[in-house]
């Protein structure tokens, strides 16, 4: 089973960046595909921001944050991958929980962009973007 944390959410200024980062930890980890959603007000579905295949080739963005937001993962550990997202140019509308997931099928060759593609979740990190 994978374990995520997420870190590295808090608040920023319109049009600055942040990072954020997501410890996945597990024996398979390495093998599995993982994506960054955001949950931009309480109640509210996980949206889809970003995702990249366990093989590091494919990535996928959502169409409005293409160009601003990076997703990228570093695999060099079998055991303990880290995932990213570089956000930039933020604006008062990327404020949200942000959350990291895993698909926990080993080597899927579908990249998912739906949150039921995705069956483990870390606990989200709160990013604040104040004008």
């Known amino acids: 089973q994978v374990a995520l944390v997420e870190s590295g959410g808090g608040l920023v200024q319109v049009g600055g960046s942040l990072r954020l980062s997501c410890e996945a930890s597990?024996?398979?980890?390495?093998?599995?595909?993982m994506a960054w959603f955001r949950r931009q007000a309480p109640g509210e579905d996980r949206q889809f921001v970003a995702?990249?295949?366990?093989?590091?080739?494919?990535?996928?963005?959502?169409d409005s944050l293409k160009g601003r937001f990076t997703i990228s993962r570093d695999n060099t550990d079998n055991t303990k991958n880290m995932l990213y997202l570089q956000m930039n140019s933020l604006a008062p509308e990327d404020t949200g929980v942000y959350y990291c997931?895993?698909?926990?099928?080993?080597?899927?060759?579908?990249?998912?962009?739906?949150?039921?593609?995705?069956?483990?979740w870390g606990q989200g990190t709160q990013v604040t973007v104040s004008s």
């Open positions: 997931a895993a698909d926990n099928t080993s080597w899927r060759v579908i990249l998912g962009r739906t949150a039921n593609m995705y069956d483990v």
């Open positions: 995702s990249v295949a366990w093989g590091n080739r494919t990535t996928y963005y959502t």
């Open positions: 597990g024996p398979t980890v390495s093998r599995k595909n």
